[in-house]
């Protein structure tokens, strides 16, 4: 009936049955805890019909989960308790693009890749680049707030969102922002909704502010002898005022695991690396490097320009898999430390794995204090997957105490969900969810995910007009 009914609403041929092993009962994270079973797959074509299969869901208390490319992390587009699979894939059209104007607005299905070409192809750049472009989608991307390398310069996903487009409870399509630079009116629902991973609506459409693309970028390779040296040498380029546009670290675990990639040659005795790039004029761009080199010269081991940068962040890019192939599976966790802590963070994180017996690693955005914390496990071992888990819940504590946050660009998804009141206060907490349940009073939308205590989804068989949910 579930399915018949939504094809009334979007077309039977858009309607899909999830069986067990279907792409939309996981994300990307290969977690066993993160596999759901949704009772349906909805395909809408248009902000109208994401509205109509809301409207009907929640008309019927049946919980409905937004997803992008499914690549996320942390279980933030995994039907968890059932319902309805909200897929945005179709929604790929260009509402406007004016390079003119610095500005474009695009479905929220339309990939990131897509988004950054199209602003290239017209003299401009669209900065925000977290992992998977030709996967991840733009609405995921905000309803995450997704970051990337070169979220230190020019901010994470939701500093280039101008406006949305979004399916609202109990099943109305509204518009929130716009192109007007400065708008002071009303509170900030757009920023509310930025992150909010489909907890407060479905993002259908986005208005993203562009910037022209910079004439030159330039990236170098520092190789350093120890962790305490490259955490103090970040400081000290932060301090000296370079603006870099990104500035990454990898720790002497993942510099080992990863060197048969490397555009170049990793030098005997690295126990850490950075990856430095400026851009600007081509000026600036030299004179940034230039006092980069500076900076790092009497700490390094070797630094190095590779003259392919594209090769560079393409191995950049595939640090994820290549560590996950070491042991045949990882749990990585995204945290970020205050950056001055950093060095802190890494040591307590390393200390956490090896009492529990894992091997480590840990690799990231550095500029930012934020980390891509990972242990390597046997996925066939109960022992090491229950192990990772402790490591992760005691890696969360030390964050807390540290004044970090425990999701720093993949979201809270489930896998984190409830965790707030370890690091706020009771009133921010309190204030949390009365958002949520001002924006979906019944906790239907994406109901596992984000929000401490709040409270279960309405009962279908309280409801008589429900249909049966698993």
């Not at 309607?15 to 996981?26: F, G, Q």
């Not at 995921?140 to 609202?168: D, M, Q, R, S």
């Not at 002497?252 to 126990?271: K, M, N």
């Given at each position: 009936?579930?399915?018949?009914?939504?094809?009334?609403?979007?077309?039977?041929?858009?309607?899909?049955?999830?069986?067990?092993?279907?792409?939309?009962?996981?994300?990307?994270?290969?977690?066993?805890?993160?596999?759901?079973?949704?009772?349906?797959?909805?395909?809408?074509?248009?902000?109208?019909?994401?509205?109509?299969?809301?409207?009907?869901?929640?008309?019927?208390?049946?919980?409905?989960?937004?997803?992008?490319?499914?690549?996320?992390?942390?279980?933030?587009?995994?039907?968890?308790?059932?319902?309805?699979?909200?897929?945005?894939?179709?929604?790929?059209?260009?509402?406007?693009?004016?390079?003119?104007?610095?500005?474009?607005?695009?479905?929220?299905?339309?990939?990131?890749?897509e988004?950054?070409?199209?602003?290239?192809?017209?003299?401009?750049?669209?900065?925000?680049?977290?992992?998977?472009?030709?996967?991840?989608?733009?609405?995921?991307?905000?309803?995450?707030?997704?970051?990337?390398?070169?979220?230190?310069?020019?901010?994470?996903?939701?500093?280039?969102?101008?406006?949305?487009?979004?399916?609202?409870?109990?099943?109305?399509?509204?518009?929130?922002?716009?192109?007007?630079?400065?708008?002071?009116?009303?509170?900030?629902l757009?920023?509310?909704?930025?992150?909010?991973?489909?907890?407060?609506?479905?993002?259908?459409?986005?208005?993203?502010?562009?910037?022209?693309?910079?004439?030159?970028?330039?990236?170098?390779?520092?190789?350093?002898?120890?962790?305490?040296?490259?955490?103090a040498?970040m400081?000290?380029?932060?301090?000296?005022?370079i603006?870099?546009?990104?500035?990454?670290?990898?720790?002497?675990?993942?510099?080992?695991?990863?060197?048969?990639?490397?555009?170049?040659?990793?030098?005997?005795?690295?126990?850490?690396?950075?990856?430095?790039?400026?851009?600007?004029?081509?000026?600036?761009a030299?004179?940034?490097?230039?006092?980069?080199?500076?900076?790092?010269?009497?700490?390094?081991?070797?630094?190095?320009?590779?003259?392919?940068?594209?090769?560079?962040?393409?191995?950049r890019?595939?640090?994820?898999?290549?560590?996950?192939?070491?042991?045949?599976?990882?749990?990585?966790?995204?945290?970020?430390?205050?950056?001055?802590?950093?060095?802190?963070?890494?040591?307590?994180?390393?200390?956490?794995?090896?009492a529990?017996?894992?091997?480590?690693?840990?690799?990231?955005?550095?500029?930012?204090?934020?980390?891509?914390?990972?242990?390597?496990?046997?996925?066939?071992?109960?022992?090491?997957?229950?192990?990772?888990?402790?490591v992760?819940?005691e890696?969360?504590?030390?964050?807390?105490?540290m004044?970090?946050?425990?999701?720093?660009?993949?979201?809270?998804?489930?896998?984190?969900?409830?965790?707030?009141?370890?690091?706020?206060?009771?009133?921010?907490?309190?204030?949390?969810?009365?958002?949520?349940?001002?924006?979906?009073?019944?906790?239907?939308?994406?109901?596992?995910?984000?929000?401490?205590?709040?409270?279960?989804?309405?009962?279908?068989?309280?409801?008589?007009?429900?249909?049966?949910?698993?």
């Amino acid at each position: 009936m579930l399915r018949r009914e939504l094809g009334r609403l979007i077309g039977p041929e858009h309607v899909l049955e999830a069986a067990a092993d279907s792409p939309y009962n996981h994300d990307s994270s290969g977690r066993p805890e993160l596999v759901g079973r949704a009772d349906a797959v909805a395909l809408p074509g248009s902000g109208e019909e994401v509205a109509a299969v809301l409207g009907w869901c929640y008309e019927r208390g049946v919980p409905i989960v937004a997803r992008g490319g499914g690549t996320g992390l942390t279980g933030g587009a995994v039907p968890s308790e059932g319902g309805v699979v909200c897929s945005l894939e179709r929604l790929r059209s260009i509402g406007e693009l004016s390079p003119e104007l610095w500005r474009m607005e695009v479905g929220a299905g339309m990939r990131t890749a897509e988004v950054k070409r199209l602003a290239r192809e017209n003299g401009l750049m669209f900065a925000p680049d977290p992992g998977a472009a030709e996967q991840s989608q733009i609405g995921g991307n905000v309803a995450t707030n997704a970051g990337g390398p070169h979220g230190l310069k020019y901010g994470v996903t939701g500093a280039w969102v101008a406006g949305l487009e979004v399916a609202l409870a109990p099943g109305e399509l509204a518009r929130i922002g716009g192109w007007t630079p400065k708008d002071v009116a009303g509170y900030d629902l757009r920023s509310l909704l930025v992150g909010s991973e489909g907890t407060l609506g479905v993002i259908t459409a986005v208005k993203l502010r562009l910037l022209p693309a910079p004439e030159c970028a330039l990236a170098l390779v520092a190789f350093l002898p120890s962790q305490a040296d490259g955490c103090a040498a970040m400081l000290e380029i932060l301090a000296a005022g370079i603006q870099p546009s990104a500035l990454e670290f990898l720790d002497g675990s993942t510099v080992e695991i990863v060197a048969g990639g490397y555009p170049g040659e990793v030098p005997r005795g690295a126990g850490f690396a950075l990856i430095v790039e400026v851009d600007g004029s081509r000026e600036q761009a030299l004179a940034q490097i230039a006092a980069v080199r500076e900076v790092l010269v009497d700490r390094v081991i070797s630094i190095q320009e590779p003259p392919d940068a594209p090769a560079l962040w393409r191995w950049r890019d595939g640090f994820n898999g290549v560590v996950t192939a070491a042991r045949g599976a990882k749990v990585s966790e995204d945290v970020a430390f205050p950056v001055e802590r950093l060095g802190e963070g890494l040591r307590h994180f390393a200390d956490i794995a090896a009492a529990h017996r894992l091997p480590a690693c840990a690799w990231g955005h550095g500029g930012e204090g934020n980390v891509h914390a990972t242990v390597l496990v046997d996925s066939a071992s109960p022992i090491e997957l229950e192990a990772a888990r402790q490591v992760g819940e005691e890696l969360f504590d030390a964050v807390a105490a540290m004044g970090g946050t425990i999701a720093a660009e993949h979201g809270v998804g489930t896998l984190k969900s409830g965790r707030l009141a370890a690091r706020w206060d009771e009133r921010p907490v309190e204030l949390h969810e009365q958002v949520k349940r001002a924006f979906d009073p019944r906790n239907l939308l994406n109901p596992a995910t984000k929000v401490a205590r709040a409270q279960a989804p309405s009962s279908a068989t309280n409801d008589p007009g429900s249909v049966g949910i698993r």
